[in-house]
């Protein structure tokens, strides 16, 4: 076959149909296998970003330098140590409620009950005794008298009757019982403690000169031992039997 003359283009359509398609088949093959071959060579000696482990001082939850995006962020653990994932059985158990605790009622201290005080010292003194003071006085014989004895004859100038040795062992009020004789109207008789002012006191009638009254009357004493005198200048003092002394 002679060759052909003319530009480069009329050359190739004169190969014919079949052999340009034969010859852009081939170069496609080429370039399909070259391909392949790169895309083995990066598969097999260079990992890619998505499989690299995450470079040091990498961000949590945002994305690498190479533009890959990082592994999401853990989850974090509420407070009380109660982690909601999972199975029930992998959860910590849940504490029990603490119990309220029984507060013991208040203790009240009793109070202590005061010392009871020392109870009155109760003593008699006779009126017709020989330790009294007996001035011009005159002693009768009383069956309703303790003793079966009185004291007459007091009063108007005539006789005066002195207690002596009415003790109290601290000094204070004392009360004094007088025991006495009055078989007439009211009589006038006059207390004296320790020779200090007098108390006048009126005595009822007892109904018979063998009867015994009482008069109740509260007077000072001083420790130790003091001295009540009965007397009356004036007029008449009753006859006295006893007189009897609460003094603590």
Request: proline share 11%.
């Amino acid at each position: 076959m002679s060759p052909r003359h003319g530009d480069g283009s009329d050359r190739i359509w004169q190969l014919g149909p079949a052999r340009v398609l034969t010859v852009a088949g081939v170069g496609y093959l080429i370039v399909v296998l070259a391909l392949a071959a790169v895309t083995l060579d990066l598969d097999t000696g260079h990992p890619s970003s998505a499989s690299r482990p995450p470079a040091a001082g990498a961000t949590t939850g945002g994305q690498g330098d190479d533009g890959a995006a990082a592994s999401p962020p853990s989850p974090v653990t509420p407070a009380g140590g109660d982690v909601r994932v999972g199975s029930a059985q992998s959860r910590p158990a849940t504490p029990p409620a603490a119990r309220p605790s029984v507060v013991p009622p208040p203790t009240t201290t009793s109070a202590r009950p005061a010392t009871p005080a020392a109870p009155p010292v109760v003593t008699s003194y006779e009126a017709e005794s020989a330790a009294n003071g007996l001035d011009n006085i005159r002693i009768f014989t009383c069956s309703g008298c303790s003793g079966q004895q009185k004291v007459g004859n007091i009063g108007r100038g005539m006789g005066t009757l002195r207690f002596n040795g009415v003790t109290a062992r601290t000094g204070g009020s004392a009360t004094v019982t007088i025991a006495y004789v009055n078989g007439e109207s009211p009589r006038v008789g006059q207390v004296s403690v320790n020779g200090g002012p007098a108390i006048t006191l009126t005595f009822p009638g007892t109904g018979g000169w063998s009867s015994v009254g009482t008069m109740v009357v509260t007077v000072a004493l001083r420790p130790g031992p003091n001295t009540l005198t009965m007397f009356n200048p004036y007029s008449a003092a009753p006859d006295f039997d006893k007189i009897t002394v609460s003094v603590r």
